[in-house]
């Protein structure tokens, strides 16, 4: 039975999570629950070796921010905002390590996964229901002004 695009993109996101959890076997790598588990135990070390920092992400896409945020919650951070803080701004409170090893660098791929993935659901509905043209506009010479 072949896959939907849903499930191979459910199983690029595991993969994806497993190579950041630093799984070693086949097996490791198909146990996506083992993996968080990892990474949030990884995450622990950090944070009794290493004084946490504040760090200010600027996300202005809503479905990525929602990912970032989850990402965040699923590895047991907090992700929070300032009183006045624009929405896209998302603060958290980690050791450098974990956020320039693991959570920035995994938040990436996975962001750019799903992206990949809503562009093409997005432009075959577009083709099939509005127009199969759906390259941009032409690009044509500016008209001469006239004095």
Not at 26 to 48: C, L, M
Not at 68 to 77: E, N, S, T, V
Request: a neutral charge; proline letters at 4%.
């Amino acid at each position: 039975m072949a896959l939907s695009s849903e499930d191979r993109l459910r199983d690029k996101l595991r993969k994806i999570e497993a190579l950041y959890a630093g799984a070693a076997t086949p097996g490791e790598k198909s146990a996506a629950g083992a993996a968080a588990d990892r990474i949030r135990r990884r995450f622990e070390t950090a944070s009794s070796q290493e004084e946490a920092e504040e760090f200010k992400f600027s996300i202005t896409d809503p479905w990525s921010r929602q990912l970032f945020i989850a990402l965040c919650r699923r590895y047991g951070l907090k992700p929070f905002r300032y009183a006045r803080m624009h929405r896209q701004t998302v603060m958290v409170r980690a050791p450098a390590s974990v956020v320039h090893l693991t959570l920035w660098p995994e938040f990436e791929e996975l962001s750019r996964a799903l992206t990949s993935h809503l562009n093409e659901i997005t432009s075959r509905i577009i083709r099939e229901e509005v127009h199969e043209a759906t390259q941009d506009a032409d690009e044509i010479s500016e008209p001469r002004q006239l004095r």
